[in-house]
């Protein structure tokens, strides 16, 4: 067996990590991104193309990455738009009868990079600790990666959603109503779970509120997506605009926070974020417990959205999942009913959406 080139992982705070190179080879031997971990035990290829992850570096805590390859019916999207991948233990072969393809031969294809042989607990001890914070990885120097780690500006600020929304709108979908999607990092698996009931409309995310109310909509869906939402004012804008048309409202992940904002509420940054499969989350209207998928490193503060009730609670830190404005016609969730590859304890939230839009008919 070829042995992998030596590679080094570096934070900005100075830590450092030894490893080998996987995947495609960046320019300069440098890769860099804010690092995040992500605690699922399976599904690794909706992760890495999952647009929420643009301008990260996503650090797996499970061991075993790649043992049952790849298949094109997987991708969240058309490509990957994360800055690279960080494992303990790259399967040295697939398994399983649905792949097509192994882990590795994508991010080649796709352009990303990524270290294997990280002592992944110890990073994601260290992360938890001191919160996600840039850094590099790659083939180049010591010295090189370090500066690079520290010049790196994490997304703070960033509008990272012009990276990953569609140029020109499209339609999916042929169901009886009639909704507009706006892409801030849509998932193919929302837009499944959209298609039974709606013909869906996904637009670019700057699209002004008027272009929307000139395609007469039943209602209004605001996607998932990466980054700060304070950075994308222009999304927060069209949304209030929208409710002050009274267009029926359902937000998921960044959707959720920049429907927040545009009622008048305020977001800030989680230490390390949550990126799992495993959150448990309240529901506040008969405190059922769903296990859910997340992937966020924004949120809502509590009590901050005038007249919004609070929905649901995250259990193990109390972090605003849900909130719900019955006089907007409006309601969003920070974590991911639609879950691919699982749990779906939440799917009931697309029914609710379903009934709202045929109740405001």
């Known amino acids: 067996m070829t042995r992998r080139p030596p590679a080094l992982?570096?934070?900005?705070?100075?830590?450092?990590?030894?490893?080998?190179?996987?995947?495609?080879?960046?320019?300069?031997?440098?890769?860099?991104?804010?690092?995040?971990?992500?605690?699922?035990?399976?599904?690794?290829?909706e992760v890495i193309t999952d647009p929420s992850y643009a301008g990260q570096l996503i650090c797996f805590t499970y061991?075993?990455?790649?043992?049952?390859?790849?298949?094109?019916?997987?991708a969240e999207s058309a490509r990957p738009f994360c800055r690279g991948v960080i494992v303990r233990d790259l399967?040295?072969?697939?398994?399983?009868?649905?792949?097509?393809?192994?882990?590795?031969?994508?991010?080649?294809?796709?352009?990303v990079p990524g270290i294997t042989g990280i002592d992944t607990r110890r990073l994601t001890r260290h992360i938890r600790e001191a919160g996600s914070m840039p850094g590099a990885f790659g083939t180049a120097d010591e010295a090189t990666l370090r500066a690079a780690a520290a010049a790196e500006p994490g997304t703070d600020g960033v509008d990272l959603v012009a990276e990953v929304t569609?140029?020109?709108?499209?339609?999916?979908?042929?169901?009886?109503?009639?909704?507009?999607?706006?892409?801030?990092?849509?998932?193919?698996?929302?837009?499944?779970?959209?298609?039974?009931?709606?013909?869906?409309?996904?637009?670019?995310?700057?699209?002004?509120?008027?272009?929307?109310?000139?395609?007469?909509?039943?209602?209004?869906?605001?996607?998932n997506g990466p980054g700060d939402p304070t950075?994308?004012?222009?999304?927060?804008?069209?949304?209030?605009?929208?409710?002050?048309?009274?267009?029926?409202?359902f937000g998921i992940c960044l959707g959720h926070q920049l429907l927040g904002l545009a009622l008048g509420g305020e977001t800030y940054k989680l230490k390390f974020g949550h990126h799992g499969g495993n959150h448990p989350v309240r529901r506040?209207?008969?405190?059922?417990?769903?296990?859910?998928?997340?992937?966020?490193?924004?949120?809502?503060?509590?009590?901050?959205?005038?007249?919004?009730?609070?929905?649901?609670?995250?259990?193990?830190?109390?972090?605003?999942e849900g909130i719900d404005h019955p006089a907007r016609r409006a309601f969003s969730v920070q974590y991911h009913p639609e879950a691919g590859p699982g749990p779906h304890d939440a799917r009931y939230l697309f029914d609710r959406f379903d009934a709202l839009l045929r109740s405001a008919r």
């Open 9 to 45: 992982l570096v934070l900005a705070d100075g830590e450092l990590f030894e490893g080998e190179h996987l995947g495609a080879q960046p320019p300069g031997g440098v890769a860099a991104g804010e690092v995040v971990f992500n605690t699922v035990l399976s599904g690794y290829q």
């Open 63 to 74: 061991p075993h990455i790649g043992n049952y390859g790849v298949t094109p019916v997987d």
């Open 91 to 111: 399967a040295r072969r697939r398994s399983n009868w649905r792949s097509s393809g192994d882990l590795e031969e994508l991010l080649v294809r796709s352009g």
């Open 166 to 223: 569609t140029t020109e709108p499209y339609t999916v979908g042929a169901g009886p109503l009639r909704v507009v999607a706006y892409d801030f990092g849509i998932k193919r698996t929302i837009l499944r779970h959209l298609e039974p009931f709606a013909t869906v409309e996904v637009v670019p995310a700057d699209t002004p509120a008027k272009e929307v109310l000139g395609r007469e909509p039943d209602g209004v869906f605001l996607s």
């Open 231 to 249: 950075a994308v004012p222009y999304a927060s804008t069209a949304i209030g605009e929208l409710l002050d048309a009274e267009l029926p409202i």
């Open 284 to 320: 506040l209207s008969d405190d059922a417990v769903e296990i859910t998928s997340q992937n966020h490193n924004y949120a809502l503060v509590d009590g901050s959205v005038p007249g919004a009730a609070l929905s649901h609670v995250n259990l193990n830190d109390g972090v605003v």
